[in-house]
């Protein structure tokens, strides 16, 4: 195996992505050689991974000596780690699942444990806080212990987090419905929590002085408006935008969650002005200009920490920095897409069809307007050149087609976020986001993204939530305890026009 020193003097040396080439195919050389060894394993199937299991992970100590006991050796963490890491998906689901089958709570010690501490009820208040505490000791599971150890091993972190998003991925594709997953799954979600704690975080702004391989990722991470070339690149972390990233000790140079923000005068209603604009490439900024922070951006790198609150407080954070860069700044929003509005409209207009509801959609005149402007044949129904239309990006194009879908596309979109819901609270997964945060659902903007991606999304439409400081305390508790939803008076206005035109 490749030695820590020789790779630690590659990672010195890596400033360019030439050097993470060779970087890459020395960890790759190394990968080769662990795959080697752990081979006979992987093809002794099951037994194979029993072997390692037993003797990696070691028994949970006795309560009397869990203090006392000496930790299991480095090497029981790195064995697991590069043999997990040699493992296909097929294989990862059958060892994952024996690690929290086999490996997890002694349930017939916490049964036990449980009975006694139903007779202890009526004995001292010492002798129940002590039962209470081995219960509470036993129910630990044995492959916890192990994570914690391997959470201490160089790269340890970074594996356990790649782990749960190997969990969270058999979970949402289904192809295991063991509770003992969902156990791991806890259990591991529950550490990280731990570890990526918000004292734990460190708020680094990213700019075109910072090391090449951050910059490099923070383009290859970034999810929501894809950065197109090293100058696209440059000005998102130049003048008048800031970049702002949330790191770990235990994950050198792996941003966990990137924010980023346009600095302008008013609040932005459209993310071409934003994204593509190259005006301000060079130039100084003027303070004189800067009223308003727009949150355009903001992407969660690493699937395993879905769950661990990141985004919200580092937008937090971010406010009382651009405070203190800007003591003047008043005004702070989002110009957030609106992912899942046009497969929801396609959704209804489909449901509409089928069941010959058309009407309780859009007025008569509505449909009219739509069937002259979309040049219907006589016998088509309108609702399906209506979604004929929507499915493409071709009505964009026509200011005809816009001034007829606007009204109709602005207030189904206002009911999608505002009145459409999962369990009380926001289907739309950006919105659930904002409005635990505070936020104010406070203005749909038309055309604002007129994209190819953005008109497939949410036809165009994005919106602003929008960050009164002194009022986010209450909109969020009476957004999480009441599922009560804070919006501006258009947004409320497109709800009512649109509970007023429609019978659904």
């Excluded at 806890?186 to 391989?213: D, H, M, N, Y």
């Excluded at 979604?387 to 816009?402: D, I, P």
């Excluded at 400081?469 to 969020?476: A, F, I, M, R, Y």
Aim: net charge positive; glycine share 4%.
């Amino acid at each position: 195996m490749t030695s820590h020193p020789v790779i630690l003097a590659f990672r010195s040396s890596v400033r360019c992505w030439r050097h993470r080439a060779l970087l890459r195919v020395a960890l790759e050389a190394s990968d080769v050689r662990c795959r080697r060894r752990y081979s006979t394993h992987i093809r002794g199937g099951v037994s194979g991974m029993e072997e390692i299991l037993s003797r990696v992970v070691a028994p949970l100590p006795s309560y009397e000596t869990r203090d006392k006991s000496p930790p299991p050796p480095e090497t029981n963490s790195l064995e697991f780690m590069y043999f997990y890491k040699s493992l296909d998906k097929e294989d990862k689901l059958c060892f994952l699942t024996k690690l929290s089958q086999d490996f997890g709570v002694d349930h017939k010690s916490v049964s036990e444990l449980a009975l006694k501490l139903l007779d202890t009820q009526l004995r001292d208040l010492a002798t129940i806080l002590l039962a209470e505490d081995r219960l509470r000791y036993t129910l630990t599971p044995r492959y916890k212990q192990l994570f914690s150890h391997i959470s201490r091993v160089e790269g340890g972190v970074k594996f356990l987090v790649d782990l749960r998003a190997d969990v969270l991925e058999i979970i949402s594709s289904k192809a295991s419905d063991s509770p003992h997953i969902r156990d791991l799954n806890g259990a591991l979600k529950s550490l990280l929590s731990e570890w990526f704690s918000v004292g734990l975080l460190r708020l680094e702004r990213i700019t075109w002085q910072s090391p090449c391989e951050i910059l490099q990722k923070i383009s290859q991470y970034e999810a929501v408006h894809p950065v197109r070339n090293w100058t696209d690149l440059k000005r998102r972390v130049g003048p008048y935008r800031r970049c702002y990233a949330f790191t770990h000790a235990a994950m050198p140079g792996e941003p966990l969650v990137v924010l980023h923000v346009a600095l302008t005068e008013d609040i932005s209603d459209n993310i071409q002005s934003i994204v593509r604009e190259f005006a301000t490439l060079d130039s100084d900024e003027d303070v004189n200009k800067i009223n308003s922070a727009i949150f355009y951006s903001i992407s969660s790198t690493q699937a395993g920490l879905q769950g661990v609150e990141l985004g919200n407080v580092l937008i937090k954070r971010v406010v009382r920095e651009l405070q203190s860069e800007f003591p003047v700044m008043a005004q702070f929003s989002s110009l957030s897409p609106i992912p899942g509005f046009s497969a929801w409209l396609q959704g209804l207009l489909s449901q509409c069809r089928k069941e010959g509801r058309a009407f309780d959609l859009l007025s008569e005149e509505e449909w009219k307007e739509i069937q002259h402007a979309t040049d219907s044949t006589p016998g088509t129904p309108t609702v399906d050149s209506l979604r004929k239309l929507l499915s493409s990006n071709e009505w964009m194009r026509s200011e005809r087609l816009c001034g007829v879908l606007e009204p109709v596309l602005m207030r189904l979109c206002a009911w999608y976020l505002y009145g459409e819901k999962r369990r009380g609270y926001a289907l739309n997964p950006v919105a659930n986001f904002h409005l635990q945060n505070g936020a104010t659902m406070w203005r749909l903007n038309w055309r604002a993204d007129t994209s190819p991606r953005g008109v497939a999304n949410s036809c165009g439409i994005m919106v602003n939530y929008r960050y009164f400081l002194n009022e986010t305390s209450k909109n969020s508790a009476c957004y999480l305890q009441n599922k009560v939803i804070a919006a501006s008076d258009q947004v409320l206005g497109f709800v009512s026009q649109f509970q007023k035109a429609s019978k659904l």
